[in-house]
């Protein structure tokens, strides 16, 4: 509001007020000032966290963050979930955050104050980006060479389905606590859990505990109508797999701290693996913040919100049967680079169509920017099938989780350029959005192809022969299974 005299103006009447604002301008002030009470418009939303927690104006910036932290969460989850799940194991890792999850959703849902609210719905996607990145990494172990694209397809299938339904859900419950346990149910689902999910046979054998390996390999085996070696002559077997120094229980502590903290940081450290972790770092977060910003700008393109997310659910199926199809015949490496340079150019024509001209088609835009959103979405669970083939068993949590924690850093600076930036300038995100895929693009030429070969087992040694190995054997059982 103006620094006007409101009740002089109501006095002389508007249309005076409006003549002569130097009448009712205080100390001939006319700068604006902050409101001391808001008015919103309950017609179609009556009880948001908008309106409950006067997230608006100078509050703007309070909104972004809502958004921003769930993918702050996810960023915590990465940081910790990938080194404790090749720490401990990937099922108690899964479990624990199932169970975590559910209680820190729930009680968002009862959030008093504005900061309860967005602390426990940091640490519900904390916990569920575990969850995902635990059951992920397991399905690629689980899975042979020859399933692991189609596998890695169909395990994010069912994402889409649950994004295509968020607007449903959102369309016909409009206050948001009862909104908010409406989408926190769907963790019961996995709840059995604790009864049907096995331990990774190949943590298992790089973790030296090659009996428990051989009864997940056999239990598979079994249900899949497949034959495997007796019991005993398959733990001879995968006995030999295992590496040959295994930290024991009596180390003194210094070692265990000094070793784990060795291995947090080896994907940095270690010339082997030094380019391409920075490469993937940048990548998942290039991914990762054009895939949120694109998701989430309806708002900034005036389209219809619900039919903008659904749409958008429905580009997601799309994207993976489209990429589940392409992995059958085409590199990883040549289409990552084809997603990103697709989305680039998709995005850069929004940009100039928005810098140009003053008045554009809504069609159109809504129809690039969810192009650009078919692209973005297939690089993005291109870039995981991709990470989980680069490194070995011994890193491969560790370089899913830390490259998660570049993509949640991406998926932070997301809404702030949506909704900060782009207030400013309408085209700028677009521009940005399109700059860092073009980069990406670039920089995912250098990596090395891994379509048609196994799954690495790096610091693995047979002791029949003591010389390092793909572990051939390893992946002829799982094969097997």
């Not at 418009?41 to 009880?47: H, L, P, Q, V, W």
């Not at 008093?112 to 059951?135: D, E, N, Q, R, T």
């Not at 990429?323 to 997603?339: A, D, E, I």
């Not at 350029?417 to 085209?427: K, Q």
Request: charged share 15%; glycine share 6%; proline share 4%.
């Amino acid at each position: 509001m103006n620094n006007y005299n409101y009740t002089k103006a109501a006095e002389i009447g508007y249309s005076a007020s409006i003549e002569n604002p130097d009448s009712i301008a205080i100390a001939g002030d006319h700068s604006p000032v902050r409101c001391h009470v808001r008015d919103f418009n309950t017609t179609e939303y009556k009880s948001t966290v908008v309106i409950e927690w006067d997230l608006v104006c100078e509050r703007r910036a309070l909104y972004s963050t809502t958004q921003a932290a769930t993918q702050a969460g996810a960023l915590v989850s990465s940081l910790v979930f990938g080194y404790f799940l090749d720490r401990f194991g990937r099922r108690p890792v899964i479990l624990a955050c199932v169970l975590l999850s559910l209680i820190s959703c729930l009680a968002s849902t009862v959030a008093p104050v504005f900061l309860f609210y967005v602390i426990m719905k940091s640490l519900g996607s904390c916990f569920l980006s575990g969850v995902y990145v635990g059951c992920f990494v397991q399905v690629m172990e689980l899975s042979s060479q020859s399933q692991r694209s189609l596998m890695g397809t169909l395990f994010v299938m069912p994402w889409a389905f649950g994004y295509m339904l968020t607007p449903f859900i959102a369309y016909f419950i409009r206050p948001w606590r009862w909104l908010q346990a409406a989408y926190t149910l769907p963790i019961l689902l996995l709840l059995p859990y604790f009864w049907l999910l096995p331990e990774s046979p190949r943590w298992l054998i790089s973790a030296g505990s090659p009996r428990k390996a051989a009864e997940v390999l056999s239990a598979a085996a079994k249900a899949n109508g497949r034959v495997l070696p007796p019991k005993e002559a398959l733990v001879v077997s995968l006995n030999a797999m295992i590496p040959l120094k295994i930290e024991k229980p009596t180390e003194k502590i210094s070692h265990v701290i000094k070793s784990n903290m060795r291995h947090l940081f080896s994907l940095i450290t270690d010339s082997d693996f030094r380019v391409k972790t920075l490469i993937c770092y940048f990548c998942w977060f290039g991914v990762s913040m054009v895939y949120s910003g694109v998701s989430l700008n309806a708002e900034v393109m005036s389209v219809n919100l619900y039919i903008y997310v659904f749409l958008g659910g429905v580009i997601e199926v799309v994207s993976y049967l489209f990429l589940g199809l392409m992995l059958r015949y085409v590199g990883r490496k040549s289409l990552l680079v084809s997603v990103y340079l697709l989305c680039a150019i998709t995005i850069s024509v929004i940009a100039v169509l928005l810098a140009i001209f003053d008045q554009v088609s809504m069609g159109l835009i809504m129809f690039l920017s969810l192009s650009g959103k078919l692209a973005i979405t297939a690089a993005f669970h291109l870039v995981y099938i991709y990470t989980a083939e680069l490194f070995p068993t011994t890193h491969r949590s560790l370089a899913v989780g830390q490259c998660n924690v570049m993509a949640r850093t991406g998926g932070i600076v997301s809404p702030y350029i949506n909704d900060l930036l782009g207030a400013v300038i309408s085209w700028g995100p677009s521009v940005l959005f399109s700059f860092v895929s073009l980069v990406a693009a670039g920089l995912a030429l250098i990596l090395p192809e891994t379509k048609g070969t196994n799954l690495t087992e790096k610091g693995i040694k047979l002791r029949k022969s003591e010389i390092d190995t793909d572990t051939d054997e390893n992946e002829a059982l799982i094969n097997r299974a």
